[in-house]
T-cell receptor
Framework: KQEVTQIPAALSVPEGENLVLNCSFTDSAIYNLQWFRQDPGKGLTSLLLIQSSQREQTSGRLNASLDKSSGRSTLYIAASQPGDSATYLCAGLGTSYGKLTFGQGTILTVHP | ETGVTQTPRHLVMGMTNKKSLKCEQHLKHNAMYWYKQSAKKPLELMFVYNFKEQTENNSVPSRFSPECPNSSHLFLHLHTLQPEDSALYLC?????????????FGSGTRLTVV
C-alpha cells in the first residue's frame, strides 16, 4: 500500500523567503506526481504535474522535482508572498495501485 | 462553465434525510472520482468511475451511493448519515483512470450532518 508523507506539517516564513516543501512515498513504482494547493474550505487547485518521463516541472515561482529512486519529491517556492499562504498537498499516482494517494499536506503561512 | 463544478457548496442535513451531491465536468474526461476530506486526515478515495463504469469502491458504507449516468456527471446519494460523515466531499476527473494527465478537482461540498 502506498503511503505519502509530507514534511514539515506546518511552516511559517517571512515574505520574500525561498522555501522547500518535501514529499516522500513508500512505493517507488509511481506513475506521476501532482502538487496541489488548497485554500481554507476550498477545493484543490493543481499546481504542477510531473509525468512519468519527467523529473521536474516549473511554473512561475514554483519548481517541483521528482526522484523515483529515492521516493521523494520537492516543491520549491521562490520569493514567497502572503498570497502563497495555503495548504500544499502532494499526491502520487501509482503503476501498481492505479489511484491517486495524498499526503496530509503542509500548511504554509507567509507573513508580511 | 469550465473545469469541474460541484453543487451544492454547503449542505446541512439531519441523520434521517436523503440528499444528493452533484458533480459535472466540462473537460471531456472519462474518469470521475469522489474523495472525502475529514479534518486532520489525508484525502480518502471513495469511488472511481471510468467510462461510466464503477471500477473502485474503497470499502465505503452503503449509506453513500454513487451514480454516474454519463461521463460528464457524477452524483453521490446520501441517506441515514452519521455525524462523523461530516466532511468536505471533493469530486475530481481525469482523462481516464490510467492516463498520465493528472487530476482536476472541484471546489467541494461542505457537508454537515446534525
Amino acid at each position: 500500500k502506498q503511503e505519502v508523507t509530507q514534511i514539515p506539517a506546518a511552516l511559517s516564513v517571512p515574505e520574500g523567503e525561498n522555501l522547500v516543501l518535501n514529499c516522500s512515498f513508500t512505493d517507488s513504482a509511481i506513475y506521476n506526481l501532482q502538487w496541489f494547493r488548497q485554500d481554507p474550505g476550498k477545493g484543490l487547485t493543481s499546481l504542477l504535474l510531473i509525468q512519468s518521463s519527467q523529473r521536474e516541472q516549473t511554473s512561475g515561482r514554483l519548481n517541483a522535482s521528482l526522484d523515483k529512486s529515492s521516493g521523494r519529491s520537492t516543491l520549491y517556492i521562490a520569493a514567497s508572498q502572503p498570497g502563497d499562504s495555503a495548504t500544499y498537498l502532494c499526491a502520487g499516482l501509482g503503476t501498481s495501485y492505479g489511484k491517486l494517494t495524498f499526503g496530509q499536506g503542509t500548511i504554509l503561512t507567509v507573513h508580511p | 462553465e469550465t473545469g469541474v463544478t460541484q453543487t451544492p457548496r454547503h449542505l446541512v442535513m439531519g441523520m434521517t434525510n436523503k440528499k444528493s451531491l452533484k458533480c459535472e465536468q466540462h473537460l471531456k474526461h472519462n474518469a470521475m472520482y469522489w474523495y472525502k476530506q475529514s479534518a486532520k486526515k489525508p484525502l480518502e478515495l471513495m469511488f472511481v468511475y471510468n467510462f461510466k463504469e464503477q471500477t473502485e469502491n474503497n470499502s465505503v458504507p452503503s449509506r453513500f451511493s454513487p451514480e454516474c449516468p454519463n461521463s460528464s456527471h457524477l452524483f453521490l446519494h446520501l441517506h441515514t448519515l452519521q455525524p462523523e460523515d461530516s466532511a468536505l466531499y471533493l469530486c475530481a476527473s481525469s482523462q481516464d483512470e490510467h492516463r498520465d494527465y493528472g487530476y482536476t478537482f472541484g471546489s467541494g461540498t461542505r457537508l454537515t450532518v446534525v
